[in-house]
């Protein structure tokens, strides 16, 4: 536990310093203007959002729309487009010669196959963008060999969704995930490893399990259509040794390998522990369904 009062009181004084500068020292930085025709694709909620591989891949049905991330900068026309697996070296058209936006494109299993001449096998994604047209008829590359899609940054704008992933996993069945887990990692050190920890099935879509505080509260988390793990905030409890800090919470910040794994029943999330004073960082804890 001593780990953790240093790391919190480092955590505290960076804090402090960081605090001390004021942002009026901090130059102001010009908003990003538009001028580029940048798609936004984002699937259709009522469609599928995954290939699931526990049934036949061919089968999977994704409807996305396909618009603007500024509505005003309307290009002469649009290609969708798709590499698998990142390669930018084959690129494949899925709809030609798009000119009225928003649309809605619709894509199989059995089109991605016919499209890369291979089947589709865990593990396997498919990116989908959009080749833009200009109305001078300059051609701006979702997936340029070099260089970045479109101009710098445009990913990082909120709001921004220039691609599109469908990724082939084993879907998520709450039920496979209730019982007794193995502790492969818990940077937090409240499970030695090969200690075992029990998941609780809360909902379809909930599990929960307990830190080893005292008076624990169960941590529930979240899991999303396309396996990723998600906790709001929450308090899980308290330590004798941190009783000057009061109620403990943990909530997750996002990190792309928060995520349940069927295939392979692990379960594994990077957690942001912090009390009221502040935080005590982001400590990864990692699961294995026990045999």
């Not at 590499?83 to 894509?107: H, M, Q, W």
């Not at 890369?116 to 047209?133: K, M, N, Q, R, Y």
């Not at 970045?148 to 691609?163: E, K, L, M, N, R």
């Not at 009221?276 to 804890?285: D, L, N």
Request: proline fraction near 5%; charged fraction near 20%; charge should be negative.
């Amino acid at each position: 536990m001593m780990m953790k009062k240093i790391i919190f009181s480092f955590v505290a004084i960076v804090s402090i310093l960081a605090y001390s500068c004021r942002k009026e020292d901090n130059p102001i930085l010009p908003e990003l203007q538009g001028g580029i025709p940048v798609p936004k694709i984002v699937a259709d909620a009522n469609s599928e959002l995954v290939i699931d591989v526990t049934k036949d891949p061919a089968t999977f049905a994704g409807k996305f729309n396909v618009g603007l991330l500024y509505p005003n900068d309307i290009p002469q026309k649009v290609d969708i487009v798709v590499i698998k697996n990142g390669d930018k070296s084959t690129v494949k058209t899925v709809k030609a010669d798009v000119t009225t936006l928003p649309a809605t494109v619709e894509i199989t299993g059995a089109e991605l196959i016919s499209l890369f001449g291979s089947p589709i096998e865990l593990g396997d994604f498919f990116d989908i963008a959009a080749d833009v047209t200009l109305t001078n008829g300059q051609k701006l590359l979702a997936f340029p060999a070099n260089g970045v899609q479109y101009a710098a940054g445009i990913a990082a704008i909120p709001g921004s969704a220039p691609v599109l992933r469908y990724s082939s996993i084993c879907k998520f069945d709450a039920d496979e995930y209730a019982g007794d887990f193995v502790v492969v990692e818990d940077e937090w050190e409240d499970y030695p490893v090969g200690s075992t920890i029990t998941l609780t099935k809360v909902d379809e879509t909930h599990l929960s399990f307990l830190y080893g505080a005292d008076n624990a509260k169960p941590i529930v988390l979240t899991i999303t259509p396309t396996n990723a793990v998600v906790v709001e905030k929450q308090v899980y409890g308290t330590y004798s040794w941190g009783a000057q800090y009061g109620n403990f919470s943990v909530e997750t910040i996002g990190n792309i390998d928060d995520a349940v794994k069927p295939c392979h029943q692990t379960l594994s999330v990077l957690l942001k522990h912090t009390v009221s004073a502040g935080s005590f960082g982001e400590y990864r804890i990692t699961l294995r369904k026990k045999n």
